[in-house]
Each structure stands twice: as C-alpha cells, then as structure tokens.
DNA sequence: AAGTCGGGGAT
DNA sequence: ATCCCAGACTT
C-alpha cells in the first residue's frame, strides 16, 4: 500500500460522497455540455458560472446550433462573464467541431487542442472527465492541492509548473478512476484544500499530507507575481437623437471588452480626457454629466465620467438605439452600469 | 518569461 | 486592500 495509492484512494472515495450537484456533473457527461461548461470556467469561479449556464446551452444546444450564431448573439449570452475571447474562441471551436469534426467535440488530446481556446488543462478535462481516459489536468485547484500534499514550497515558476503535471499524470494513472479523481482534486482545492484557512481538519488526505505534517499548508504555494494595475480614464458620451434612442458602437475586436457594444467611450491612459479633448474627439461641445465611478478589473482601474452633447458628428461608426434593444446586447459591466447611472437602463 | 484578458467572492 | 478563481494566447 503505498502513498500514491493511499491518496489517490482516499479522494476518490471522496469525491463520490462530498461531489457537489453542478449543471454539467451528469451521470453520463455529455461532451458539448462539458465543453461549454469548461470553457466559462477557465479562470472563474463556479457560482458565476451556474448563473450563465443553462441560458448559454438553451440558445446554443450543439456546435452546429453555436457555430450557426452571430457573434453578437454569442457575446450577448456571453455578457457579465468577463475574458470574453473565451466566447470568440468557443464561437470559433464551435465552427471547427461542425466543419472538421462531423460536429461532434473531438475524442483526443491532439485534436482538441487544434480548438482555439482549449490549451493542455481544457483537453486533459474533456478526456479525463467525459472519456475516463488517464489525463492529467492541472488548475489552480489541483496546483495548490498537490503542492501542499507533497509540502513542496516552490517559486512560481514554470519550472514548477512542470513538476505539478507531471506528478499529477502519475496520481491520474495510479487511481485506476480518472474522472473521479481528477474533478476529485479540483473539488478538494475548492471546498477543504482552499487557499487560505484550509480546513485540514475535514480533508481525506489529511494523514498523507506533508504540507500539513511540517505546519507550512498556508505558506504553499508561494503567492503569484502580479503585475500593478494599470489606470485608465474613459469618457463616455451618452448622445440620443430626437426619437431618444441612444448612440453606441462596438469596440474593436481585440483588447479590452473586444467586440462589447457601449456608449462611445474616448479611453486614455495619462489623464481624465478634458472637455477640449472630448469635444474634438466628437465633433461637437460636450459637457460633463455628474456621473462618475471607478470600474476595477484584474489589470486595470478605469475612470468612467459621464459626458453629453447634442450630436456627434465625429463618430460615424455608431448606430442609433432604444433602451429595449440595448438590453439584449452583448454590453460589459462597466458600461451596463454607466448606463444605468446615466439612467439609460433601469436601476438592477 | 511577462503581459493581457473581467468580474466578483473571500478574507 | 489583496489574492484568487475548472487558463489560453501573444509578445
């Protein structure tokens, strides 16, 4: 009985007691279903999913049903979930899956990593999850997880990295039950094995875990180096023609909010844009609203201030609409709640 | 190896 | 405030 076996015998009976009920755990996993569900969770945390989910599957039920929409259909279901290239990669695979697959989500790791947006942890997901092949996969659940179990307090590094795949191919082949003990890991790290205050007290890999055994479980895995957040300043005009419907446009299709409509917003990175610069840049005086917040992401702190005008003949690329059409675009948080503080949508 | 890409929950 | 989240892609 060695430890491998120990531990991997001990979250798979886990798992099988303690799993969670998630619209995408079925009984018999369905690969478009896993598919959707593993791309609107790279990177975000399972309750914002839940929300999203059914809705996006009911507009979008096979590949063929996904790769037929429009992109602002996709982006549109896709609205509030942020990263939104994930839904232009989705789109996209979803087009690749009908054309070159025969529609159906592709049944090994070569093939599905020629799908844009499925890198090594999407890929080993599907074939380990959907197909009980011996995958491993490795996300900030499972990195943090094993590197507390064996109590490695390494750099982040892709160094690391690599050690972390690694082990994880060799626990995924020793459990004999891939599914099971690869969600297993990522259900430990989200429920017990958490990134502060573990609860080591109800883990089934307490006895094996070296992390615990020296004390150092809330020191590993060493914290990320991330980069300071870089400040924007945006000016957003809100601009109606004499029917009352409002101006907007949409952003280009790379860099922030790609492909998001708004109302025309001037962004700059050294200083709140001046009226002088906001009138320029529209063609017409414009005055500022009494409407300001700041709007924060991962990389960013963006000033929004609110201005008006009577007309923009500066901006030729918009398009004139009602409040009713607003809401069924695809529209960022931020620019959902300018919108509402400039009392365009209503409140919540 | 570092930067970019959202938004919100937990502490 | 800070860190993190069922990562992938570009430079």
């Known amino acids: 009985m060695n430890r491998d076996h120990s531990i991997t015998t001990a979250l798979t009976a886990w798992f099988r007691v303690k799993a969670r009920v998630l619209p995408w755990r079925t009984i018999e996993r369905d690969p478009w279903r896993s598919l959707v569900s593993e791309f609107m969770l790279q990177q975000t945390q399972v309750d914002r999913v839940i929300e999203k989910f059914e809705p996006f599957l009911s507009l979008f039920p096979t590949p063929e049903a996904l790769a037929r929409a429009s992109q602002d ?75 507390r179990l064996d109590g490695e307090d390494l750099p982040d590094a892709p160094a690391t990295d690599r050690r972390v795949w690694s082990r994880a191919g060799a626990l995924v082949s020793e459990s004999g039950h891939p599914a099971a003990f690869n969600e297993g890991l990522m259900e430990l790290g989200a429920l017990i094995c958490t990134p502060r205050s573990p609860k080591c007290p109800e883990c089934p890999l307490v006895a094996m875990c070296r992390a615990h055994d020296a004390g150092t479980q809330e020191d590993i895995p060493r914290p990320k180096k991330r980069p300071n957040r870089k400040e924007l300043f945006g000016a957003a005009l809100i601009v109606r023609d004499d029917t009352g419907r409002l101006l907007i446009r949409r952003r280009p299709d790379v860099g922030l909010w790609a492909g998001m409509w708004e109302a025309p917003t001037l962004e700059q990175e050294s200083h709140p844009p001046s009226a002088e610069e906001v009138s320029a840049w529209c063609g017409a005086a414009a ?62």
């Open 287 to 348: 005055t500022p609203l009494s409407l300001r917040f700041i709007h924060q992401t991962t990389h960013r702190i963006v000033h929004f201030e609110g201005w008006t005008a009577e007309s923009a003949p500066a901006l030729a690329d918009g398009r004139a609409v009602s409040g009713e059409e607003i809401g069924r675009l695809g529209i960022s948080n931020a620019q959902r709640r300018l919108l509402r503080l400039a009392e365009v949508l209503p409140e919540a």
């Open 73 to 147: 259909d996709v982006l549109a279901a896709w609205a509030g979930l942020g990263y939104y290239r994930r839904a232009r990669n989705l789109h996209a695979a979803a087009t690749s899956i009908a054309d070159r697959f025969g529609g159906s989500v592709p049944t090994s790791v070569d093939d599905l990593l020629t799908l844009p947006g499925v890198g090594r942890y999407t890929a080993g997901a599907i074939m380990s999850l959907v197909h009980h092949e011996p995958e491993p996969i490795v996300d900030g659940n499972v990195r943090r997880v094993l590197l």
